[in-house]
């Protein structure tokens, strides 16, 4: 069976979970993030088929989300950073976070927590507005057709 190609769709959402849809690409991205970073660590940590792993790893290296540099030569090894788009994803990441710290953290609570650097206080994720800084809900938003959008003909033929 073919996997439909997200990416392709005009939907912003759609392209961000075509990176991110598959569960071990998030965790591997959580893994890079905090700080493990070599393949054999990752592996270890996630407890994912060696196979998967590398599957994931390259995807996101020709994503431009990963940057994979070697750190060895005898034998070859490399270790994954995240690039600038990749360090953004992570923020998806993060909103993940809050919700499933909100919703799915078990009656033991979160498993994790954050702490901020710039101010060394623990903290959580939270959409605001960019312009105004309130805090963003969904009940709070409109939405509308962007540069981007892509109107289906059947709805061009009732315009």
């Known amino acids: 069976m073919q996997r439909t190609d997200f990416g392709e ?12 849809g598959e569960p071990w690409t998030a965790l591997v ?8 970073r070599r393949f054999d660590e990752l592996q ?5 088929s060696r196979k998967v792993l590398a599957e994931r790893l390259a995807r996101l290296v020709d994503l431009g989300v990963l940057a ?24 998806v990441l993060l909103a993940s976070v809050a919700w499933g710290d909100r919703w ?3 009656e033991a609570g979160p498993p994790a927590l954050l702490r901020h650097r710039g101010c060394g206080e623990l903290t959580h994720a939270e959409l605001r507005c960019a312009r105004c800084g309130d805090v963003l809900h969904a009940d709070g938003i409109d939405v509308e057709d962007g ?13």
């Open 9 to 20: 769709m005009a939907c912003s959402i759609a392209r961000t979970f075509d990176i991110l």
């Open 29 to 36: 991205l959580r893994d890079v993030f905090i700080g493990i």
């Open 44 to 48: 270890r940590d996630l407890g994912v």
């Open 68 to 91: 994979r540099r070697g750190y060895s030569s005898r034998p070859p090894r490399h270790e994954y950073t995240l690039t600038e788009k990749g360090s953004d994803l992570v923020s």
């Open 104 to 106: 799915a953290a078990g």
């Open 147 to 159: 540069p981007g959008a892509v109107i289906p003909d059947r709805i061009k033929e009732r315009l």
